[in-house]
């Protein structure tokens, strides 16, 4: 009798890497999953060079089609810097990927190892997993940062929507050749939901809820 293939009800989202991760995910799809598996695959090349022939409008489509379809598969991927922009020639510095993923998405990520009884483990007695959730939306992942080319101040500024009145902080006075800067920001809906996805997930794994934060903020 031939074999049948397991048909898989509903699409994925398959979001091709970068380098040798290319090489190894196709030889993983070709060996120990497309022999078995009907797949309705909804396919983005996240390789430097599309993100670049894109203006990096293929990571924000993958991640749309990440919410639309729940279920998807990244490989790793390059974040420039300034020697891949000259390698690749890029038009500019694309951000990370993951950070545009992670911010569309609104969500936590979390790592968990994945045990296997014939595989021995660095701790032999570590027999119980440690998953870490981290917060993955803002910060970082969406700060916009500038080059200070001379003397001048740097002020914060917020302006309340439909209001005439305005926040401004001297944030530092230039007095030299200049410097950087940075500007960060989160959102009072997104560390909720990062509680709430913590919380759910210790719930479903019956698993006790530690949080870890920085001892001090510069």
């Not at 120990?32 to 909804?42: A, G, S």
């Not at 993958?62 to 639309?68: C, D, G, P, T, V």
């Not at 993951?98 to 701790?123: A, D, W």
């Not at 001297?170 to 050749?177: H, S």
């Amino acid at each position: 009798m031939a074999f049948e293939k397991i048909k898989v009800a509903n699409p994925i989202v398959e979001m091709d890497g970068d380098e040798m991760t290319r090489i190894f995910w196709q030889s993983i799809k070709e060996k120990l999953i497309f022999p078995f598996l009907e797949l309705d695959i909804k396919y983005f090349d996240l390789g430097l060079p599309h993100r670049d022939a894109t203006d990096d409008k293929v990571t924000v489509e993958s991640a749309e089609a990440a919410l639309k379809y729940n279920v998807a598969i990244k490989c790793a991927t390059i974040t420039p810097d300034e020697a891949r922009v000259k390698e690749f020639n890029l038009k500019q510095m694309w951000k990370s990927p993951n950070g545009t993923i992670r911010n569309i998405l609104n969500g936590t990520v979390f790592r968990e190892p994945i045990i296997c009884k014939n595989i021995p483990r660095l701790v032999p007695g570590w027999t119980k997993p440690i998953c870490i959730g981290r917060h993955a939306f803002g910060d970082q992942y969406r700060a916009t940062d500038a080059v200070i080319k001379g003397p001048g101040k740097l002020k914060l500024v917020f302006v309340p929507e439909g209001q005439d009145e305005k926040t401004e902080l001297e944030v530092y006075n230039f007095t030299g050749a200049g410097g950087v800067a940075l500007s960060m920001y989160n959102t009072d809906e997104s560390i909720r939901a990062f509680g709430d996805a913590s919380m759910n997930t210790a719930y479903q794994k019956k698993w006790p809820l530690y949080l870890s934060t920085k001892k001090y903020y510069s």
